[in-house]
C-alpha cells in the first residue's frame, strides 16, 4: 500500500465520546500534519510533527490531542467535541530536509459531532 | 506577510472550454508553488509544482501552470475541461511552511 491512509472514513460522536482518527504513511516521510477543512472556511493547519517531535500547534484547543508514535504513524484523539467541531479532518505528509517537497494528502475523516 | 491569494471563489465553464485559474503569491522572494485538486470527500491531489526554471509547468490530467515572476502569478490552465474536472482547486506555496490559498471551486456545464 502507498500513499497517506486515514481511517475511519467517515465517523459520527457525540460531545461526551471519546474517538481517535489514525494516519499512516508509507512514503518515508519525516514530517506529518493535521488539518482540519469546514464548509466554507480554508485549511486549517492544526498541528505539525517533525520527526515525531511536535513543532506547531495553532492554538487548538485541548479537546484535540495529537499523537505520533513514530514518523510513519499519527493520531488525533478527540474528547468532548463540540458540533462545531463537525469537518474533515485531512492528514498529510512530507519530507522535511526537501524545501521543494509537497505535501501529500490522505484522503480524509469526516467528523460529524451530535 | 507571506500569503497566497485565489481572486476567484466560484468559476463555472462548459464542457469542452478552455480553463483558467488565477493564484497569486506575496511580493518577495518566490516560494516552491503547488496546484492541488480536491474532489467531493476526498483529500487533495497534486496536480502540478513548480520550484525554478522553465515557466511553464505541466502537470497530471491535463494541466499546467505558468509561473510570472513580474505579476506575482501562477496561474493553472487547461485546454480543454472534463466533466470530471469539477471538483475544489488550491494554490500552495511554500516559504519556510507551506501556505493554501482558499480555493477555488469549478463546475463544468454539460
Known amino acids: 500500500e502507498t500513499g497517506v491512509t486515514q481511517t475511519p472514513r467517515h465517523l459520527v460522536m457525540g460531545m461526551t465520546n471519546k474517538k481517535s482518527l489514525k494516519c499512516e504513511q508509507h512514503?518515508?516521510?519525516?514530517?506529518m500534519y493535521w488539518y482540519k477543512q469546514s464548509a466554507k472556511k480554508p485549511l486549517e493547519l492544526m498541528f505539525v510533527?517533525?520527526?515525531?517531535?511536535?513543532?506547531e500547534n495553532n492554538s487548538v484547543p485541548s479537546r484535540f490531542s495529537p499523537e505520533c508514535p513514530n514518523s510513519s504513524h499519527l493520531f488525533l484523539h478527540l474528547h468532548t467535541l463540540q458540533p462545531e467541531d463537525s469537518a474533515l479532518y485531512l492528514c498529510?505528509?512530507?519530507?522535511?530536509?526537501?524545501?521543494?517537497?509537497?505535501?501529500?494528502f490522505g484522503n480524509g475523516t469526516r467528523l460529524t459531532v451530535t | 506577510a507571506q500569503s497566497v491569494t485565489q481572486p476567484d471563489i466560484h468559476i463555472t465553464v462548459s464542457e469542452g472550454a478552455s480553463l483558467e485559474l488565477r493564484c497569486n503569491y506575496s511580493?518577495?522572494?518566490?516560494?516552491?508553488l503547488f496546484w492541488y485538486v480536491q474532489s467531493p470527500g476526498q483529500g487533495l491531489q497534486l496536480l502540478l509544482k513548480?520550484?525554478?526554471?522553465?515557466?511553464l509547468v505541466q502537470g497530471i490530467k491535463g494541466f499546467e501552470a505558468e509561473f510570472k515572476r513580474s505579476q506575482s502569478s501562477f496561474n493553472l490552465r487547461k485546454p480543454s475541461v472534463h466533466w470530471s474536472d469539477a471538483a475544489e482547486y488550491f494554490c500552495?506555496?511554500?516559504?519556510?511552511?507551506?501556505?493554501f490559498g482558499p480555493g477555488t471551486s469549478l463546475s463544468v456545464i454539460p
Open positions: 500552495a506555496g511554500f516559504y519556510d511552511k507551506v501556505i
Open positions: 510533527y517533525n520527526f515525531k517531535e511536535q513543532t
Open positions: 511580493y518577495g522572494a518566490t516560494p516552491y
Open positions: 513548480y520550484f525554478s526554471g522553465d515557466t
Open positions: 512514503l518515508g516521510h519525516n514530517a
Open positions: 498529510a505528509s512530507r519530507q522535511l530536509d526537501r524545501d521543494n517537497s509537497p505535501l501529500h
